[in-house]
């Protein structure tokens, strides 16, 4: 079964059709890419299923279970792991901080007022630090790191909460080309390792036909294909829409 | 400007220089302890604290009390309760005052007269008008020297009610001073002329008045005559709109404390004729007591005193003349003695009463007119305090055991 | 409908007469972002300057017109003086703390303006035109009113040329969108906020000269009309001069035709106004959301654990503190009951504001609700001292709850405005219930039980209590609570994205500094023996934003070092100088100066920094 199912999904904003009729699934460990043009309806899309958009129609199921208009952490909850276009981090606290309070939140331990934080899960937050190779940075702040670093701390603290799913909003956005591959390898090989499915939505076409094992292609709200790196290359209509908009692989 | 502490340590430094005087007598000072709101309201505390450096002067060249000389130690309460009783705790325990006087806002006042019941130490009011301050929440060691809102309406009520208007409005700032004033003039005014009707009221904030729509809306009730309460900024604006929009003209109006110099003199050739008030004509005293406190005055600080000033030097003749009787600043022998205590003040001959320690320090009553481009009083009368008390079983109900 | 016509043009009148404060306000804070205090201390300085060219000169109109110019100018010279010897320097520092410069100024130049202009309260004798009024609908209508009418729409017009067809316009309002942009495009940003506050200094200067006609220069109007131009700003949207003109015509013609109905609303009517935007608008009548300001996260410090000889300090600090009674007189004594009080609110509004990024004008309102709380119980229910102990945090975290409910929906300068409307309702509900709460004169002979009469018994008290709470509210920031709570501060969406439910915790921050601040009062109402309205004032509430900016926002030590630093300055100046206020305003703008950082939290960095090296 997959992981996530969504049906004919629809949003508009004043009259405006941004997302028209989308369908897909993601099944466990896969990892999928969401790219189109800009104004698809990429970042719609992606903010109807992280629950910071409500859609207008259509239906998305987690493990079969129905999160529609769910709220961002409720979507967390249900086992959705994000990252940020603009990375999110809690600069006031190390790194080290930044993935112990996911994992608090993960086990429930919020409303706790005694016991120091610091001695609560350090040693997981240290394992998912490791997984991403940020173990030697866990003491510095996170206001200060560089931005690959700040990615990848994004990364562990997404993978906090055991996700079965992963929604990452264009992962190497301000990333040097060289980084983004070994970002999104390294992302490949740990939800891989998990069976944890990833949705990203990416403009470097690099990484999404490096990467990606399967592709969704969207233009002005409506998905126009679907298929493999190969399919999709070959895919006229595709080349149309990003021939025709003046976009090539790698643009920026 | 004269600023005291400086004269009160020059004072300081010339009995110091005088050493040999002091010993002559045996004795240290008696100490007043003083706490007012010298920086929040300095309209009136500072003719106040004037007030009470000449008497302290005067005094002191006269002897003094009891063979000793007098210091008053003052403090600045910034107009907030809690740090009056502070420093009240620090007069009393630092200091060693011998007593607690002063203060202007009523809450402060009784702020402090409830320390000073807590630790039985003798505290005597100056300034504050609630007339909690002796009657409901009165006690063996609290005095209060001037008028008290009561006192201040009874006195007008004689002439309001001889303006014989059916219909009559209020203003007045809206906290308890200003309620009381309204209460009183209503209950007092209803006994004195039956069938007087009130039709309409306003409360502007203290400081805050929107002067124009509240003269609008008075003027919408269509009444006869006014009761105003408001003061200082609040009565120049008041003023100024009502002049303009011609709201006091052909009715009557009653102004509680109006005639005093200080609210009076900001509304210079503006002020209203023919307004009954209460107040301080300073220009135009003729009592020799009076006219000799002026002058002695105006030699020291080159002004007019203000009725602060009068309340202010009153304060401390009526605390000697308390020493004088109890014979002794002990606490217990003072709440004793000072009741019946009678003093001179600027206005003449006062006492403290020892039914309720209300002083029986008065205020003029008269009309307010125009001289010379200036605001004055005429027509004016003095009214002891003795004559706007309740009965005195009335004074003995509200008053606690 | 004759009176409601001459209403509606008197309230339109006093509209005018806000919006010229208040559009100065709102100029400066739209670009600068500064939360400039000291802008009523301008509007008084403009009375009084306006007062001393106007009664010299020729008493026609076009004299008059002259004098409010000239007067104008003046403030704003002194507005460029502010700006470049003082907040230029200050920019970088961490949010609001040009609030406490500009407090520190307005203590100043109370003092300045009474030995320059004395103590009595200067009117301006009118002439003729100015007296004269027109007869509209059969009622007089003042001309002077007539002109401010103009005048409102005037200034809102001649500042949309200024903005709209000025190249320097156009940069202000690219500054007030964006100003890091403004500085990336190599403008002199420093000449640009200069310029910006010069003029809203002359608004100001011009409001207080054309207050002069209705009524009166005097020492007690710069407070009066600060709290006011600050609502109007507010209500109308931070930085948007049109809504604050809408926000003042609102204000003016709701209270115009609000006292005839309530003739008592006057408390507090403008506050219930804001409160009713704000909950329906949160940012505002015309307000935008507030761009994410860029480069905050610098600002952010991290919460370290408190290092070995901090600790030994405080260690040391507490066994002085257990020690004083044996040394200290009752005085002294008293004045360290009050600072140890001081700590416990200042720790209180820290909790919220520092961790949980929410400051608050109106933390006055739980101090004196837990005050209130403790004098009801002791006169009401005849209850004893330790229940009234209990009663004091109880009443005001429960308010703190249903008040906070409204209140962390909203961010920054919009939710700390929310805060003093509430502080403000509640104040005019203590200060109007006269049969129960004694109004202003308050509620007398809360003492303490006669185990603790003996004042070292209730220091001992105090120390216990405001420790115990102060070191509870410090515990809790190393809990998961507190990170959570700091995750909503750094990042509101990511705290959402790992599963933190922010309005929640926002709101149990804000419950707990309630409680705690409550507790802090009913101890402050048995420390005093009597609990007035002044404790839920605006002056309460200012005081605990002063301690918590003075001692750092962003260190835990900051609250403490804060409110020891102020109480212990004030009650030291009260005793020994008339011009404390001059004093103490000048030892805040130096402190300001001399610690950017906030007391606590320069000495920090330095000593890391001393570390690190």
Redesign the interface.
């Given at each position: 079964m997959s992981v996530l199912a969504v049906a004919d999904l629809h949003k508009s904003f004043g009259g405006v059709r941004a997302v028209s009729g989308v369908s897909f699934a993601v099944a466990p460990g896969e990892m999928l890419a969401l790219i189109g043009p800009n104004g698809a309806g990429k970042s719609t899309c992606f903010n109807m299923l992280n629950g910071q958009l409500r859609p207008d129609g259509g239906r998305i199921a987690l493990d079969g279970q129905d999160i529609t208009g769910l709220a961002p952490r409720r979507v967390w909850r249900r086992g959705v792991g994000r990252t940020f276009q603009i990375t999110a981090t809690f600069a006031s606290m190390t790194v080290r901080e930044n993935v112990q309070v996911a994992l608090l939140s993960h086990h429930r331990r919020i409303w706790r007022f005694w016991q120091p934080t610091s001695a609560l899960f350090a040693a997981e937050a240290d394992a998912l630090l490791d997984q991403v190779g940020m173990e030697a940075q866990a003491d510095r702040a996170a206001g200060v790191l560089a931005y690959g670093d700040l990615k990848r701390l994004e990364l562990a603290v997404a993978l906090a909460n055991a996700p079965r799913l992963l929604l990452m909003d264009e992962p190497t956005a301000g990333m040097a080309p060289a980084e983004r591959v070994a970002l999104m390898q390294l992302t490949r090989d740990l939800t891989r390792r998990q069976h944890i499915a990833v949705l990203f939505t990416e403009h470097d076409m690099d990484v999404v036909f490096g990467v990606a094992d399967r592709i969704l292609v969207l233009n002005r709200g409506e998905l126009i294909a679907e298929g493999d790196a190969a399919a999709i290359r070959a895919d006229a209509r595709v080349r149309a829409v990003y021939l025709g908009s003046g976009a090539t692989s790698g643009g920026h | 400007?004269r600023?005291?502490?400086r004269t009160l340590i020059a004072g300081t430094a010339g009995m110091l220089a005088a050493p040999a005087i002091v010993r002559a007598q045996g004795s240290t000072p008696i100490r007043i302890g003083e706490i007012n709101s010298?920086?929040a309201i300095?309209?009136f505390?500072?003719?106040y604290r004037m007030g009470w450096q000449l008497a302290v002067e005067q005094v002191n060249a006269a002897g003094g009390v009891l063979g000793r000389k007098i210091e008053v130690i003052s403090?600045?309460d910034?107009g907030?309760?809690?740090?009056a009783?502070?420093?009240a705790?620090?007069l009393?325990?630092?200091q060693k005052v011998d007593l607690l006087s002063g203060t202007f806002l009523?809450?402060v006042g009784?702020?402090i007269s409830?320390?000073a019941k807590?630790n039985r130490k003798l505290f005597v009011a100056g300034e504050p008008l609630?007339d909690?301050l002796v009657w409901e929440?009165g006690h063996r060691y609290a005095f209060r020297l001037r008028p008290s809102t009561y006192m201040q309406a009874a006195m007008l009520v004689d002439d309001a009610a001889k303006l014989n208007a059916k219909r009559w409005v209020t203003v007045s700032p809206?906290?308890?001073y200003g309620?009381s004033v309204v209460k009183w003039f209503k209950q007092l005014l209803a006994a004195k002329q039956p069938g007087v009707e009130f039709v309409g009221?306003?409360?502007?904030?203290l400081?805050?008045i929107?002067?124009?729509?509240?003269v609008?809306?008075l003027?919408?009730a269509k009444p006869d005559a006014i009761l105003n309460a408001t003061f200082?900024?609040d009565l120049?604006?008041f003023v100024?709109?009502g002049?303009?929009?011609?709201l006091f003209e052909g009715r009557g109006v009653v102004s509680v404390l109006t005639g005093e110099p200080?609210y009076l003199?900001?509304?210079?050739?503006?002020t209203p004729e023919g307004w009954i008030v209460t107040g301080y004509p300073v220009d135009s005293v003729t009592d020799p007591t009076n006219k000799a406190f002026i002058e002695a005055y105006k030699a020291k600080f080159n002004e007019l005193p203000k009725m602060g000033s009068v309340v202010g030097h009153a304060l401390i003749t009526s605390i000697v003349a308390g020493i004088a009787k109890s014979g002794s600043v002990d606490t217990e022998k003072m709440a004793d003695g000072f009741p019946g205590a009678t003093f001179d003040t600027p206005f003449g001959k006062a006492n403290w009463r020892a039914l309720d320690h209300q002083g029986t320090l008065g205020t003029y009553v008269g009309k307010t007119a125009l001289k010379g481009?200036k605001g004055t009083m005429v027509d004016w009368r003095y009214v002891d305090g003795t004559d706007a008390l309740p009965p005195d079983d009335v004074v003995r109900k509200m008053r606690p055991a | 409908m004759d009176?409601v016509l001459?209403?509606l043009l008197?309230?339109l009148?006093?509209a005018s007469s806000l919006f010229l404060v208040a559009s100065g306000l709102t100029v400066i804070f739209g670009v600068t972002r500064v939360v400039n205090f000291s802008h009523g201390s301008l509007y008084m300085l403009g009375a009084y300057i306006g007062w001393s060219l106007l009664t010299r000169l020729p008493r026609e109109p076009e004299w008059f017109a002259l004098g409010v110019v000239a007067t104008a100018l003046a403030t704003g010279g002194i507005g460029v003086l502010l700006e470049t010897t003082l907040l230029r320097r200050i920019y970088r520092a961490p949010e609001l703390l040009q609030l406490l410069a500009t407090f520190g100024v307005v203590l100043m130049v109370?003092?300045i303006v009474?030995?320059l202009w004395?103590?009595?309260?200067?009117?301006l004798?009118?002439p003729r035109w100015l007296?004269?009024?027109v007869v509209i609908a059969g009622?007089?209508?003042?001309f002077?009113?007539l002109v401010l009418i103009g005048i409102g729409p005037l200034v809102l017009l001649a500042l949309w040329l200024l903005f709209t067809r000025t190249r320097w316009g156009t940069l202000v309002r690219a500054a007030t969108q964006d100003r890091d942009m403004v500085a990336a495009l190599g403008v002199d940003q420093r000449l640009l906020f200069t310029s910006v506050f010069a003029l809203g200094a002359a608004l100001a200067g011009m409001g207080g000269a054309l207050a002069l006609?209705?009524?009166?220069a005097?020492?007690?109007?710069d407070l009066?009309v600060i709290t006011?131009a600050f609502v109007v700003v507010v209500v109308g949207g931070l930085g948007s001069v049109a809504g604050a003109y809408l926000a003042s015509l609102l204000i003016?013609l709701l209270?115009?035709f609000g006292?005839?109905l309530l003739?008592?609303i006057?408390?507090v009517l403008v506050f219930a106004v804001m409160a009713v935007v704000l909950v329906l608008r949160p940012n505002g009548l015309l307000g935008r959301p507030p761009a994410e300001a860029r480069g905050e996260a610098h600002v952010l410090a991290l919460i370290r654990p408190a290092s070995r000889a901090l600790r030994l300090l405080g260690a040391a600090a507490l066994v002085a503190a257990l020690l004083a009674p044996l040394l200290a007189?009752?005085?002294?004594l008293?004045?360290l009951t009050?600072m140890l009080v001081a700590v416990l609110f200042a720790a209180s509004l820290h909790f919220m504001m520092g961790p949980g990024g929410m400051a608050s004008f109106g933390h006055a309102a739980w101090f004196g609700l837990g005050a209130y709380g403790a004098a009801f119980a002791a006169k009401f229910l005849l209850l004893p001292m330790p229940a009234g102990l209990v009663a004091a945090p109880l009443a005001a975290g429960a308010a703190a709850a249903l008040f906070g409910w409204f209140v962390v929906r909203l961010s920054g300068v919009y939710l700390a405005m929310l805060t003093l409307a509430f502080a403000q309702i509640v104040w005019a509900a203590m200060?109007?219930s006269?049969e129960i709460t004694g109004?202003?004169?308050?509620i007398?002979?809360v003492?303490p039980a006669a185990w603790a009469a003996d004042p070292r018994v209730f220091y001992w008290l105090t120390l216990a209590l405001c420790v115990a709470g102060t070191l509870l509210l410090r515990r809790m920031l190393y809990a998961p609570f507190g990170y959570a709570l700091r995750a909503a501060r750094d990042s509101a969406l990511r705290a959402e994205a790992v599963g933190l439910d922010t309005t929640r915790i926002r709101l149990a921050a804000f419950t707990l500094a309630g409680t705690a601040a409550g507790l802090a009062g009913g101890l402050?109402a048995y420390s005093?023996?009597?609990v007035?309205p002044?404790?839920i004032s605006i002056?309460r509430s200012v005081d605990a934003l002063v301690m918590v900016l003075l001692g750092g926002v962003q260190t835990i030590a900051g609250p403490v070092v804060g409110a020891l630093a102020y109480t212990g300055l004030f009650?030291a100046l009260?005793?020994v100088?008339?011009l404390?206020?001059l004093v103490l305003g000048a030892a805040i703008v130096v402190l300001v100066l001399a610690f950017p950082q906030g007391i606590a939290g320069t000495v920090q960095r330095l000593w890391l920094r001393g570390r690190e090296a």
């Open positions: - | 400007m600023i005291s502490r010298y920086t300095p309209a505390t500072v003719p403090r600045d910034a907030r309760p809690p740090d009783i502070r420093l705790g620090e009393l325990n630092d009523s809450n009784l702020a409830d320390f807590q609630s909690a929440n809206n906290y308890e309620q009221e306003q409360w502007p904030a400081g805050k929107d002067a124009g729509a509240t609008a809306a003027a919408q200082g900024p120049t604006n100024r709109q002049n303009t929009r011609g200080e003199e900001p509304l210079g050739d503006e481009g | 009176f001459v209403q008197t309230g009148a006093a109370q003092d009474l030995k004395g103590p009595a309260d200067l009117s004798p009118r007296r004269s009024f009622e007089r209508v003042p002077f009113d006609p209705d009524g009166s005097n020492l007690q109007m009066t006011d003016a209270q115009a006292i005839v003739p008592k006057t408390l007189g009752p005085f002294l008293s004045v009050e200060f109007q006269v109004g202003d004169n308050g007398l002979g003492w402050s005093n023996g009597s007035f002044t404790y002056g009650d009260l005793l100088t008339d404390w206020r």
